[in-house]
């Protein structure tokens, strides 16, 4: 593995606070997103080849799992800091988009540009098309920040969600578990491929969250009902992980724990677009942990936030009214 230094604060690092963070207070919730991006969503009557497609209804969001994260803990009420790399003009615009949204936050420059990731919802067919590109490569210098800020965390919950950069070491999200063990942090992690299996042979984190295509990458074989429990068990078995929360879409999802699996169907609700969903329900499942809910309870209100993601336009994140009405009627 490479060597981290923890001890090294680098000079160019910008820091961003609101108030209320300028007194050294520690977010409950710490994200981490090494390859963010710039979300564009649109619509258009039809996307055909070769032609323009004219586009409507166009917004910007920021984006970016832990970045998604952040969003979703802010707007349940939970004490939240998103780290971020950035760099370019889009990295400064990112940086506006969440000025405006006045999430506490650290963004750490980078060389290349950050990346713009583009959806466009065709209105006769109700598709989704997504566009992701890969992100611009960083440097082992540039990634050091976000070893510092896990180092330099008292308490609390650590979420590291999305995709590394080009030009990260595979094993940067298992150094990140290892540092947050070692100050007794709770590393949750968000990612796929072999970032996630690195993670899961190396480290012992406290919660994974693959969604069916990703936990049956990281088994080399498409799974069954009983297959997808089983894999999410034996993760939990050979402590790898606490808690594993499988996403499975319209599915409904499973949450594996030391209790054994509990499955629950989707929360059924007019869907306006899939985009978020999974990053909405992880970030609502970690503010209620951090509430002291129950495991179950926090797992439920997950569900509940992904379907409200669902239910918004676009890259938009789940509203909180929506959160709690679909969280009560499903209890009942």
Known sequence: MTEVNVDTVPQHQTIQFEAKWRNNFMAHVLTLTLNPTVDVASEAEAVRPTRKTRLSSTR????????????????????????????????????????????????????????????????????????????????????????????SQKSGYIVASGSLPPGASADSFAHMAELAHARGLKFVLDTSGLPLSIVLRDSSVFMVKPSRGELEQLVGRKLDERGLEQAAADIVARGAAKFVAC???????????????????????????????????????VWALVEGYAPDEAFRLGMAAGAAAAMTPGTQICRKTDVFALFERNRA
Do not use: W
Request: hydrophobic share 40%.
């Open 247 to 285: 996403t499975l879409g319209a599915d409904g999802a499973l949450l594996a724990s030391s209790d054994g699996v509990l499955r629950l169907p989707a929360v059924h609700v007019r869907v306006r677009s899939a985009v978020g969903a999974g990053d909405s329900f992880l970030g609502a499942m």
């Open 60 to 151: 910007y969001d920021p984006g970016g799992g832990g970045i998604n994260v952040a969003r979703v803990v802010k707007a349940l009420g939970g004490d939240v800091e998103a780290i971020y790399l950035c760099g370019g003009e889009m990295g400064a615009f990112l940086d506006r988009l969440l000025e405006e949204e006045k999430l506490p936050r650290r963004s750490y420059p980078t060389s290349g540009q950050t990346r713009i990731a583009f959806m466009v919802r065709e209105q006769t067919t109700g598709l989704e098309y997504r566009f992701i590109p890969q992100g611009s490569p960083v440097r082992p210098e540039e990634l050091q920040p976000c070893f510092n800020a896990i180092a």
